[in-house]
């Protein structure tokens, strides 16, 4: 009976001793190298002796001949992580993904998640309970409108956010409210106003417990300063629930 | 004889006061390059320090540089303001960080200094945006849309728009389809305007920069780096600008006539 409790523990310790610590941040990017593209990530990881958290060296995620830009990337409740980018193939672009299971090492080979249109970019992810959720602008002729599939057991169709219109609509980003509601935003061209505005959408989701209150505020999150120039770099807050991600885009700086 | 020389002092400070009156017709035209790195003039030459704008400054790196020497070379006194910015888009990327520069958003404001700093007898802005625009999120469709916004804020300011396809960026983002996709949206949105009665013109520098963008070429169009020109390319783009449109908008100066003043003194 001893003997059988000792094997049970060690087996449930063991897998949490393996466990890595969970990122405070995970900041993803497009880089250049040698005429390729490559996704890379760097994670902020709190120290164990109480100092201060630090970003690490980057790493490669994902390679191809093809541009590249929108990364995301999600771990989901299970442990598993999904990579998210819109690729540009010739004169269209489309939304690919790839993953890899609790601990393991390799990654999934890609696939194309949308490839409809002409356009699909500004790859936007969202964890509500045990779904994922992906936003993204796209268009097939004219300018590009915001779309999203949710991911449970498997991909949902895709779903148009809003009526087509006649100006650019892009950028999506999502949040959870404390009840559970999807709260989209993202960029759109007011005629009116005569100037990009951002436009506002609340979602509801099959969540029936009220969400966590965020460990990182995302608001006073200082941005580091090693991120590159002229690139879009999303940064995901893993142990955040409601407020996941924040996009940075800089310019060159005086 | 005193009658004569009180007449030749009256011709002379009749033609003095007339020259005077017309002195603004003596102001420059004032040329601005608006754009990303490759409207500034980056590449591999430029002067060290991170900074990478250009912030209005005249004969500042090649493309304001080169345009002036075209300019007043032939004839049409001009200034060239540098607006380029480095590492910067067409359009809003998603942000929140204040350092999402972007042309949409900066032109009024940069034109309106431009006109403030630099009195002219016609503003013209050259814009060419639209290279980092992928990097940022934006799709092509979108970059077509920026431009036509910059083309209609340019106008309000006073300023004729010569708007440009976006030259190859083979490691930036921008296969030669994918461009040709951008800069045909590019095309498009400055057609739409132009036939909406907007003051505007497509120049294409792609076409003008294409035959020797290969960096393994002698005399190659494109910088080490890959990505921007060489002072000698951007020397190619200014005389595109210069010869696709501004030679035909700018008209050439009145040659110099000799001064008379000192003819009409002369007591003989």
Partial sequence: MKTRFLIALILLVCPLLKAEATPLAIATWVETEQNAFQIVASQLLEAENGDEPQWQAPAVLHRSENAMTSSNLVALASGEQLLFWAEAIKSKSSIWYKSRANQASDWSEPLPLYRKGSENIGASALRVGDQLWLFWASSDEGLPDIKYMIRDSGWSKPQSVHAPNDVPDLHPSATLSPNGEVQLSWLTYSFLQSDYVNARKEIESSLDTPVPVDIIDVDKFTVPSFLPSGRAVTIRFPKNSQHQSLKVAAAHSP | ?268
């Fill in chain 2, 1 to 268: 004889m005193k009658s004569k020389i009180l007449v030749q002092l009256a011709g002379a400070v009749l033609l003095l006061s007339a020259a005077c009156a017309e002195a603004k017709a003596e102001d420059p035209n004032v040329v601005a390059v608006f754009g990303d790195s490759t409207s500034l003039g980056f590449n591999t030459n430029f002067p060290g320090g991170g900074f990478r704008f250009g912030m209005g400054q005249l004969n500042f790196l090649p493309p304001s540089i080169e345009l002036t020497k075209i300019l007043n070379g032939s004839r049409r006194n001009s200034v060239v303001p540098n607006l380029g910015w480095g590492g910067t888009a067409s359009g809003p990327a998603e942000s929140r960080n204040n350092n999402n520069i972007n042309g949409v958003d900066r032109i009024s404001g940069n034109l309106s200094d431009v006109k403030r700093d630099n009195p002219g007898k016609a503003y013209y802005v050259l814009i060419m945006y639209g290279v980092n625009d992928f990097n940022f999120g934006i799709p092509a469709s979108t970059t077509g849309f920026n431009n036509r916004l910059m083309i209609d804020r340019a106008n309000a300011q006073g300023f004729t728009a010569l708007v440009s396809s976006i030259i190859p960026c083979d490691i930036c983002g921008n296969s030669a389809s994918f461009v040709n996709t951008v800069n045909s949206s590019i095309r498009s949105n400055v057609q739409q305007r132009i036939n909406a009665g907007a003051d505007a013109y497509f120049v294409d520098n792609f076409a003008a920069v294409r035959p020797l963008w290969n960096p393994a070429l002698p005399n190659s169009y494109v910088d080490p780096d890959g990505i921007h020109p060489t002072d000698e390319g951007y020397a190619v783009i200014a005389r595109n600008w210069f010869s696709s449109r501004l030679e035909q908008l700018i008209e050439q100066d009145p040659l110099t006539i000799t001064p008379i003043i000192g003819l009409l003194l002369d007591d003989d």
